[in-house]
């Protein structure tokens, strides 16, 4: 986890930038459906390249940690199976969006007198973007809190009522934004028809044409549509 977290750029607070960077530099089709209690994230790969499933039902901290898991998934798609793979997964997960050494030193600097108040560990979770589930065993793996402590906490009602203030509940659109550029990008270039474009767009033939001529009014033709590149 800490390898790739360097190698894909991610900084110190995995969580903020994981989707965006899974999208742009490595072509990840990240989708998001809601589909219940059917489960929380599911990841594929085939000739489309790699693509993850999220449930778009879960809080937006939860979605986050399964992107991380599927992530694993797609790392060791090919190349290794195991009966734990699951429970690796998790611990990845929590692994890459907790890092060690930025979590460690914001838990030494808001550590009063060896204590960490229930609100302080829900602030930390905010800010790392994570659930105080995942926050708390992370601190449990790292040495930094007992098991026993960590449960105990879990089981106060006062403790999840704080998780759950402040908390922005975001919705992303159900298909990614670089999904959409590529699919108006192989239309524009004659690789698709508009009736393609309107079915991988999920929407109708009539409305796609519609908001099509209606972003071609906005644009005028002046006659200039390139620009000379030197030294590339």
């Known amino acids: 986890a800490e390898n790739i977290r360097d190698y894909m750029k991610l900084g110190g607070r995995p969580a903020c930038s994981l989707a965006k960077t899974l999208q742009e530099d490595y072509g990840v089709k990240i989708f998001y459906e809601d589909f219940g209690d059917q489960g929380a994230a599911l990841s594929a790969k085939g000739d489309f390249g790699y693509g993850i499933l999220i449930n778009l039902g879960n809080a937006p901290w939860r979605r986050n940690f399964s992107l991380a898991h599927e992530l694993f998934h ?58 105080i589930d995942a926050l708390l065993w992370r601190t449990v793996n790292l040495g930094v809190t007992k098991k026993e402590a960590v449960e105990e906490a879990l089981r106060n009602p006062n403790f999840k009522a704080l998780d759950r203030i402040h908390r922005v509940w975001t919705k992303p659109d159900s298909l990614p934004e670089r999904y959409v550029r590529l699919c108006f990008t192989a239309y524009r270039t004659g690789k698709i028809g508009r009736a393609k474009l309107a079915e991988f767009l999920e929407t109708s033939l009539v409305d796609l044409v519609a908001e099509m001529n209606a972003q071609e009014e906005e644009v005028t033709n002046d006659g200039a549509d390139q620009i000379a590149v030197v030294g590339c």
Do not use: Y
């Open 74 to 131: 797609l790392l060791t798609f090919d190349h290794w199976k195991s009966p734990r793979q699951e429970k690796l997964a998790d611990s990845f997960a929590a692994a890459l969006l907790l890092p060690a050494e930025p979590l460690l030193s914001i838990l030494r600097s808001r550590t009063t007198e060896g204590q960490l108040s229930f609100e302080t560990l829900a602030e930390i979770a905010r800010e790392f973007d994570v659930s």
